[in-house]
């Protein structure tokens, strides 16, 4: 079947999303260790999503830039791999080398085409080319390929700890768990304390919830989830208030987060509902891995961008925004 699609190697995102999920956890750190200084350190504002971040650039700017994590999304971290450690193990220059994602939005292809995410030197993205699950069955159609009539195939393993080629995910939801990853790690490494369970308290509605770390009645960690435009507008509006009272918001752009993301497969016969239901626990039915225990990523980020910290690591794994400016017209309409 990858034969026939002209595909030569298909990896699992979960892969490039450890990094995604071990840089935005020592980043939270940092910011909260140097909240007293600075005053947009926190809330950290999760950067996974582009319909988010398309969002905060044009409507919001330089006011909520500051709070927007830096870490790159798992989709752009496999562009870093894929044209850089990849590019160099199979002898060629990144332009030779056509990279796709599947994704469950549309926002991602926009995310692929940031200048940002464009290697000057070679004149090639990072992600050549994104398709989403809806596009994937329009093409098997096209081809007259049912995915029942095909026999599975294992994933290729050149980034893959697994000794089995299994898919894998991780803990804490289907838009990439970055709330309780973070929060495990920051109790831990703030105060000393192992957190095993999550107990989220839902709002005002299911998109939008709250998590807090409490000892001896004092709070230490307050984060939270806010998915959907309502919710995130909500959001900001606290934030220009000076009212919001979270160090980590996990922001996503679509209702029920990215499993129900608008590039989905849509079924006509069943509700909408009953479908993600079906999708969510598909997902979590997946063997849950812990980035920190992935010893290829370890190796990685020793040998292909020489430590943690290091100038390369930052390049690769990081990015930054860019404040749109509004044209100044006579047309302008304030929605």
Same mark, same amino acid.
């Given at each position: 079947?990858?034969?026939?699609?002209?595909?030569?190697?298909?990896?699992?995102?979960?892969?490039?999303?450890?990094?995604?999920?071990?840089?935005?956890?020592?980043?939270?750190?940092?910011?909260?260790?140097?909240?007293?200084?600075?005053?947009?350190?926190?809330?950290?504002?999760?950067?996974?999503?582009?319909?988010?971040?398309?969002?905060?650039?044009?409507?919001?700017?330089?006011?909520?830039?500051?709070?927007?994590?830096?870490?790159?999304?798992?989709?752009?971290?496999?562009?870093?791999?894929?044209?850089?450690?990849?590019?160099?193990?199979? @002898?060629?220059?990144?332009?030779?080398?056509?990279?796709?994602?599947?994704?469950?939005?549309?926002?991602?292809?926009?995310?692929?085409?940031?200048?940002?995410?464009?290697?000057?030197?070679?004149?090639?993205?990072?992600?050549?080319?994104?398709?989403?699950?809806?596009?994937?069955?329009?093409?098997?159609?096209?081809?007259?390929?049912?995915?029942?009539?095909?026999?599975?195939?294992?994933?290729?393993?050149?980034?893959?700890?697994?000794?089995?080629?299994?898919?894998?995910? @991780?803990?804490?939801?289907?838009?990439?768990?970055?709330?309780?990853?973070?929060?495990?790690?920051?109790?831990?490494?703030?105060?000393?304390?192992?957190?095993?369970?999550?107990?989220?308290?839902?709002?005002?509605?299911?998109?939008?919830?709250?998590?807090?770390?409490?000892?001896? &009645?004092?709070?230490?960690?307050?984060?939270?989830?806010?998915?959907?435009?309502?919710?995130?507008?909500?959001?900001?509006?606290?934030?220009?208030?000076?009212?919001?009272?979270? @160090?980590?918001?996990?922001?996503?752009?679509?209702?029920?987060?990215?499993?129900? &993301?608008?590039?989905?497969?849509?079924?006509?016969?069943?509700?909408?509902?009953?479908?993600?239901?079906?999708?969510?626990?598909?997902?979590?039915?997946?063997?849950?891995?812990?980035?920190?225990?992935?010893?290829?990523?370890?190796?990685?980020?020793?040998?292909?961008?020489?430590?943690?910290?290091?100038?390369?690591?930052?390049?690769?794994?990081?990015?930054?925004?860019?404040?749109?400016?509004?044209?100044?017209?006579?047309?302008?309409?304030?929605?």
């Amino acid at each position: 079947m990858p034969y026939r699609l002209g595909v030569h190697y298909v990896f699992d995102t979960t892969f490039s999303r450890n990094f995604s999920l071990l840089e935005s956890q020592k980043e939270f750190v940092k910011r909260f260790r140097k909240q007293s200084e600075d005053k947009k350190a926190l809330p950290m504002l999760a950067s996974a999503c582009p319909g988010w971040i398309c969002y905060a650039e044009k409507t919001h700017g330089s006011f909520i830039i500051p709070y927007i994590s830096t870490t790159k999304s798992p989709q752009q971290i496999m562009g870093s791999l894929i044209k850089g450690h990849f590019a160099e193990q199979q @002898h060629l220059t990144p332009n030779k080398i056509y990279h796709v994602t599947v994704m469950p939005c549309y926002d991602k292809k926009l995310e692929a085409s940031r200048p940002d995410f464009f290697n000057q030197e070679y004149q090639t993205r990072d992600v050549d080319c994104v398709i989403t699950t809806g596009e994937v069955l329009k093409l098997l159609e096209q081809e007259r390929v049912s995915l029942s009539d095909v026999d599975p195939a294992p994933l290729d393993t050149m980034f893959s700890s697994a000794t089995e080629e299994e898919l894998t995910g @991780h803990s804490g939801g289907g838009s990439g768990g970055y709330l309780e990853h973070i929060y495990k790690y920051a109790a831990k490494e703030l105060f000393g304390i192992e957190v095993d369970t999550i107990q989220y308290r839902p709002l005002k509605n299911k998109d939008f919830q709250e998590v807090t770390l409490e000892k001896d &009645g004092v709070v230490l960690l307050q984060f939270a989830l806010a998915y959907g435009f309502r919710n995130i507008q909500n959001l900001v509006q606290k934030l220009k208030r000076g009212k919001s009272p979270y @160090h980590y918001v996990e922001v996503m752009a679509c209702p029920s987060g990215c499993l129900n &993301g608008g590039g989905q497969i849509k079924v006509e016969s069943e509700s909408s509902k009953d479908w993600l239901q079906q999708v969510e626990k598909l997902y979590e039915s997946l063997k849950t891995e812990i980035p920190e225990e992935n010893r290829t990523v370890a190796a990685l980020y020793e040998h292909w961008l020489g430590g943690p910290e290091s100038e390369k690591a930052g390049k690769a794994l990081h990015t930054e925004y860019h404040a749109v400016e509004k044209a100044s017209t006579g047309f302008n309409i304030k929605w």
